[in-house]
Structures are given as C-alpha cells and as structure tokens.
C-alpha cells in the first residue's frame, strides 16, 4: 500500500462497516476491513434459518467476493484481540498489528441475559449463523423426539418453545416458529398432534413490538394468537434452567427456551477506555466519534446516538447504514471536527413481520398491518439482499414455501 | 398399525432404501423406514458442498417430506444397534424394538483407510453432509491463512491439497478444487499466487478412473490436467500425518489431504452373522438375501452382487436404485424364493464429471468425452435430485456459477 495514504481500517463487517466501506469504493485510501467471520450476514433474516424456512448461505454472503473490484480495501478475516488507542493500531490474533489514522468501530452486539450469563447454555439467543443453526438443530430434534415419544407412547410431554422477548426478533421468532411448527412440519410428523406444539411468547413489559404505535403492537398481538401462539405479557423472566422459566407467577415446563430480550454491545468497547451506556455501547458525539479522538468513529450497535428528542436510537440496520455513509463522507472529505454537521437519522419507517401475510409497518403517522405491510416487508428485505443470487434463491424459497408449506431448509448435521 | 399385514422394516434412507420405499408405495404393508439422519442426500453432488460450490440444503432432502402423502410408511430417526436375528427385531437407541416380517438392509458404506485408522484424523473423507461441510470449512480457512502469511510475508508455503484415490469421487473433487481454488476464488485472495495453490491426485493404480475404459481415463487425465491438478499415478500412500503424505517415493508436505480411496461397509452388517467379503460387504444370493433367510435383504453398497461375468458390483447408485425396486417387487407379491428370477443390474451407462465442460461417459462400446458428456452428467444429476426445489435450486446455482465463476455457499461457521 501506499504509505502516504490514509489508513482507514473498519472493525466490523455488519451494516455499518458494509455501508462505510462500499460508500469509500472511490476514496484515494488504503482501508483494511476486519471481521471476524469470512462473510458479511443479513441479521433481519437469521430467524428464517433458525426455523430452517432457508439456508445459511441464503443470508450471508462473502466479505471478499463483496469486495472482490474494490481495489483500495484489504479483506482481513481475524478476531480482534483490543485497540491500542495510543499506537494506533488494532491487534488482531495471528496477525501483525493493523494500523490506522482513522478507525470506524462497527462491532455490533450479542444478546444478553442481563447479568445471569449462566441462563444462557439454557436459552440461547440468535445472533450469528452458528445461533441460527444451532437453534434449527434444537428445533428439528425437538420435533423428532416429540414423534418418538408420541409413536411409543413413552410420554405426552407437550412440546413447548418459549421466546423470551416480545421486540421485533422475538415477534419474528414466534410467528415463524407458529408457522413452521404447526403448519409445514406438523403433516411429517403423523404421531403428534396439533395441540401439542406450543409456542409462548414472554415479554416483560405491557405489549409486544414496544418501539410501534399501541395500535399496531396490538394487531401484531392479534395475529400472532390467531396463528397459535400465547402471548404472555407483564411477565417477567425470574430463572431459567434445564427444567423450564420461571416467570413472576408460574413455572413453565420446557426445554427449549430461546433468547430475545435485549443486547450488549461487544465486550472489545471497554478497550477503547471511554464512557458506555449501560448496555454497554459508547455515548458518541453527534459526528459518531469518541470524546477524544476526531478520526476515531463508532457506529451501529455499538453506538449510543440520541436523536433530537434525546432518545437513544439503536439496533436498527438503516440506521448503522446511514452512520457507515456519514462517516465514510466525513473520511473521503478529511472533514475536521468543527467544520462536521452532526450526524441525522433519516426514519423512513419501521417493518417488522409476524408471518404469512401479517406485518405491520410504521411510516411516520401513517400505520399499517396485514398484507400490505407484509408485501412492503418482504419488497424491502429483498431490495436489501445484497447481490442478485441471493435475492434469486430467497425469493425462490419463499414463493415454494408460500406454495406448498414445506420449508426448504429442514437438516439436522 | 394393522398387525395382520406384514411388517417391512428398511435400514438406510440412501438410493437404495429410498427407492425400495417408494417402490412399495401402494403395498399393503407397515413399512418402517430408519435413518440416522432426518433426511435423503445426494451423494454423487456431495463434493460440490465439499467446495462450497452448492449448500448442504440443495442435496439434501428431509425423509419425513419425501414419505408425507405415503400412508404405509413410518419414519423414525434413530441409530440402529443391531439386528436380532432371531427375535426378528432391529435394535434402535432410544427407541423400542422394531419388528420385521422382511428387512431390507441399505446402511451404505464409509470411506476406509485400508487398516489405519489413525490416518483419518489427518486425510478425511467425503461420505456425509457433515464431512462435507467440514471439507469445506477446511479449504476455506485454508485459503485465509495463506492468504494471511502471503499479505503479511510470515511465510510462502504452497497451499497444497492432496486427494488420495483416482475414482470418481476423487476425480470430480480434484477438478471442482482445480476450479473453485484456482479460478473462483484467487480473485478474491489478492494477495494468493496462482503458482502457490497445488492439487494433486495421487492414485496407486495405472490409471484414473479405473472402472472406465482406457481411453476415457486417459481423457479424464489430460482434463485434469489441463485445469492444472497434478496426477501421480502408481504411488501408494505408505503414511499419513499432520505435516504431509509420504508415497512411495516422495514426500509431500501438506495439512491437506483428503480420503477418496476406498470404502468399507456399514460394520452393523456383522451382527448379520453372515459372510462378509474384504470390502465388509455381504455375499448376497441372486435374490440379494442372506445365505439363510429368505426375507432378509441386502442391498446398495452393503451388498457384493456378482455380474454374469463374475464382477463384483457395488458403489453406483443406480445399482442401488434398481436392488431396491427389484426387493421391493419380491416382498410386495409375496413371492417365495423358489420362484423368484434372480436380480440383473441392467447397465445404463457410466459417467464421471473433472469440471465445467468436461466430463467423461460410457454406454457399452459407445465412449463420449468433453462438453457433451458432460451436459449428460448434468442432465442425468439434475433429473435424479429429488423434488422440484432441489432441481431449481442446483440448476440455479449452476447457471449462476457459470456465468459468475462466484461460487456460491462460501462460508465458514
């Protein structure tokens, strides 16, 4: 590389550290991109693997085919061991120090069980592909020994999945689940029936979908009990063990818990030695950088940007998109510190999906649930899709799956 | 189910039992069929998942799917422990006994390191999904480290693959690695000479592709050839270890190598108590039962079947194929031994694929080489994958890798 250069490197190849690096595509740099995995993943999809409706390789696509004409970015696939903010550099394992005169953090988060990590091995959150296949594993088995049980009349232990979180992953989850479950699995399965497969969903506060209108958390309430699921609202997780959860008046029974309920940014942010909000995401400036550094920005989950009304914007992949653009415009320009407008979020809606035909979706004060919004849902999650082959196999995927109710994706390895 | 009819019980979901199964689709029978895994593979494709050419998902096709609208049959997955003989029960883990009026047994066969064990550790094989994906986990992080040593000149070490064996599946494996290391996936490993990735096949006999005429394995050679693979004819492999693969003259340093040389029956066919050949494979009677029993069956890889010249067939999947329709025809007519013609593999042609536009072929005395056989391989593949989806979706991903050169499941989980 050119050692008059800018270095750049970005930690994270998510939506923020796609969208910075793919907006730098011209910019005179030398950037190195870090992620820790081989390929970049589309996380608003991952509930699909992990209810086998598709494959890993649907939703997840190389970082180096991505940037394969790109000539200026470096592709380093390694884990990052701390920032050494005084050197300069990212230490990553295996690998010499990677350099840099300005660094983009887009770490992102993992679920978190508030502090019990040990409820963990028992409920288990989706983040990853390694999550999502994981949890499909548990899932299919589940149902396999549920039939064995009900062929041999051993027991008539019901088969109960309890989500844990009733946000828009937990939402996704149990509407996928009550789908899958109770709609396309159950005709393979001639022992058990119907009633045996139950999905709950637990959500500590008064509705589901909180950051929604009321309105629109109830019709999410709604279709989500018209495809089957319980919805248990005000319940708060007390303890969850091998047995089944706790919640504040009753004990659930079961073995397969799953973890929606909240994230914690990467544990790498305390190396950066600046304050972090409580879960653990940095409190940025309003041009996305650390108190004290102008080149050192941070964005996506791991960031704690407040919008005008003082509320801390998060989770959401436009919003780590348009940080990854603000900021690749602020490097691509040199722009110093005080001459930086501050960074803006631009909302153009809110989506999130229960099932076949049932969505909701906020756009300002316009709302709307049912087909609509589902049409819209999948519109935008395709458009998103990065590259043609898989938006190809997603949409054919889910136009089988709509036809014939046999999800693609059902292996156990 | 009903206990007057007669209870058929099929050991393996491969060509075999899969096609006996169907084959008894409207037998009034009680079939119960068992498989360790919860689905069909495809495992003449299987090395196209070793090289992230296809996902696990495109060749693999849950059992429950395949049975669903079949009103006669069970599945169950679940790991059988042994066959009793003479309580006519397949024994089943964590399952009750199964009972048989006739056994159909399809358990396959895994790859053999002739009687070294130890090497499989450091030269797996290529027999299941799971084998599969972690081929290709392997090739994968494979490239990233040398990738990793060229970016940072810590090293200079070719990237060299060993494939031990020179039948099909190792000629269709060293091609697709030819294809996929050397010409899909250097653009993306900037930093990667072309020179510094090897592939070598290494075969103890005169020829590659022994069971084809010789001038078509001569062919199969110079294609190989061409895309680059170094064949190594008349070398046995004496030893196996974690720094490389010593033959009989040289030795070659690698942590690549990969098991295509030999097979070894299911070792659940000893609680037979029958003869088994070398192979671990059981000498079947012209009716493809056991020396003692008339309604105990053995067929696909499991069985050593004789020609009318006296060959042993096994390991085709047509062969297969055609055992478990003709099994199938015997048991649903009742037909006792004494009246049964005796079982004739009726030999439709052979292919083998080396890579794109390549592929060899043989019908009797008709050989065909090049672009033609191998549009025929692909046609015969595609037209063998079970299910409409799977069609579409391999046809997909070809077209697509044709045109791209972008391979299309490259991810390491």
């Known amino acids: ?29 030398d950037i190195t991109l870090i992620d820790r995995t081989n390929h970049h993943l589309f996380q608003p999809l991952l509930y699909q693997v992990a209810t086998a ?17 790109q000539s200026n970015i470096r592709v380093v696939m390694g884990e990052v061991q701390g920032i050494d903010r005084a050197a300069r550099q990212v230490q990553v394992t295996d690998y010499p120090p990677v350099s840099y005169d300005a660094l983009i953090v887009a770490v992102g988060s993992r679920h978190a069980h508030f502090s019990r990590p040990e409820w963990e091995d028992h409920a288990p959150g989706l983040k990853t592909l390694v999550d999502a296949v994981a949890l499909r594993t548990r899932m299919l088995l589940a149902f396999e020994e549920a039939e064995r049980r009900a062929a041999t009349s051993t027991g008539t232990t019901p088969l109960t999945f309890v ?51 009321p309105d629109l958390s109830a019709n999410a309430q709604s279709a989500l009990e018209s495809m089957g699921v319980t919805v248990l609202l005000n319940q708060r997780v007390r303890d969850v063990g091998p047995k089944g959860v706790s919640l504040d008046g009753q004990f659930i029974e079961t073995g397969h818990v799953i973890w929606a309920a909240g994230n914690r940014a990467s544990p790498l942010l305390s190396s950066l030695n600046v304050p972090l909000d409580p879960a653990g995401r940095v409190f940025v400036r309003p041009d996305l950088t650390v108190p004290d550094d102008e080149w050192l920005f941070v964005i996506g989950d791991a960031a704690a940007v407040q919008d005008a009304q003082g509320h801390v914007l998060s989770g959401l992949a436009p919003l780590a998109m348009q940080e990854g653009r603000y900021v690749a415009a602020v490097i691509a320009a040199r722009t110093m510190s005080g001459r930086r407008a501050a960074f803006r979020y631009v909302d153009r809606g809110t989506l999130a999906t229960i099932g ?10 316009v709302h709307v649930s049912g087909l609509w919004a589902w049409l819209l849902w999948c519109t935008v999650h395709i458009f998103f899709l990065i590259g043609f082959r898989n938006r190809f196999r997603v949409v054919s995927e889910w136009i089988w799956y709509y036809v014939t109710f046999k999800p693609g994706a059902r292996l156990i390895d």
């Open 356 to 365: 076949r035909a049932k969505a909701v979706a906020q756009f300002g004060s």
């Open 1 to 29: 590389m050119d050692p008059k250069r800018m270095r750049v490197v970005i930690i994270g190849g998510g939506f923020g550290g796609l969208a910075a690096a793919e907006a730098l595509r011209k910019a005179d740099l």
């Open 163 to 213: 989500i844990v979180g009733g946000g828009p992953t937990g939402v996704e989850l149990a509407g996928a689940m009550a789908e899958i479950g109770r709609n396309a699995m159950l005709p393979d399965f001639p022992f058990l029936q119907r009633q045996a497969v139950r999905i709950l969903l637990v959500e500590a506060g008064s509705r589901v979908l909180s950051g929604f209108p």
């Open 53 to 69: 409706a598709l494959s890993p390789g649907d939703i997840a696509w190389p970082l180096r085919t991505i940037f394969r004409s």
